[in-house]
């Protein structure tokens, strides 16, 4: 039965046009967004996912920024740890100079003064953004340490946890106050006790630099850790949300056929009521 009132063949054809134009317009979206999905109506399960990765990937890349400033403060303290060191072991050698009766030890005072100084300075001056890891308050305020972010823990659907690495303070300004625990070189025998301080100065010193090179050690392999997860998750947003160009390109150009034939046939359906005037001829 033929019909001027109801095109079933338009119909057809029309509602598999706006079929085509539909995924046409998403593959479109995905070419230009590169996301399969891209809002919470694609896919509201896997959206929501990738959200809070996306949100776990910005904590990690805040925790990377603090463990390079926690780094960078550690090894300014590692290097003026090893200046200590190294001007200790120049004392030790003055002091082994003095042990002799025909040393001039008025000349050795006056180095071992001037390497006093040089010691009080050195851990006056070891400071990075204000935090001083050799000195007892290392930011002025009471501190006894220094705090650095170091990861964020989420386990199932709970609010994250931080974890955080402690460094110690080594307190040199304490320990390592050689101006005023040093005896004052006169006599041999003098030297002699200034040997044995500047030995336990000097281990003191050793010590502290090596528990600084421990925690500047695990700060720098946190660091990159966090640099490798944080890949990994970005990597794995991508594999949940991207989309897949090599597809969308092939059914875009699907599509475009499918558009075309969709509208050529939805024009031959409009036509097939103009037959019916044939019946009044």
Known sequence: MSSILTNNSAMVALQTLKSVNSNLAKTQDMISTGKSIATAKDNSAIWAISKVMESDVAGFRAISDSLSVGEATVAVALAGADQIVAVLTEMKELAIAATSETADFAKIEADMAEKDAQIAQI???????????????????????????????????????????????????????????????????????????????????????????????????????????????????????????????????????????????????????????????
Do not use: C, H, W, Y
């Not at 709970?158 to 006599?187: C, H, N, Q």
């Not at 597809?247 to 359906?269: C, F, G, M, P």
């Open 123 to 281: 851990i006056s001056s070891s400071q990075f953004n204000g935090v001083n890891l050799l000195l007892a308050d290392v930011d002025g305020d009471g501190g006894d340490q220094l705090t650095v972010l170091a990861s964020l823990d989420r386990a199932g659907s709970g609010t994250p946890s931080i974890s955080t690495i402690d460094v110690a303070s080594v307190e040199f300004d304490d320990d390592l106050d050689v101006a005023t625990d040093r005896t004052t070189i006169t006599d041999a025998d003098d030297a002699q006790d200034v040997l044995d301080e500047i030995e336990g100065f000097l281990q003191t010193a050793i010590q502290g630099a090596a528990n600084l090179g421990a925690s500047a050690k695990r700060i720098s392999d946190q660091n990159e850790f966090v640099g490798k997860l944080t890949d990994a998750m970005r990597s794995g947003i991508g594999a949940l949300v991207d989309a897949d160009m090599e597809e969308a390109s092939a059914r875009l150009q699907a599509l475009q056929v499918q558009q075309q034939l969709a509208t050529q046939s939805l024009s031959i359906a409009n036509q097939a009521p103009q037959s019916i005037l044939a019946l009044f001829r």
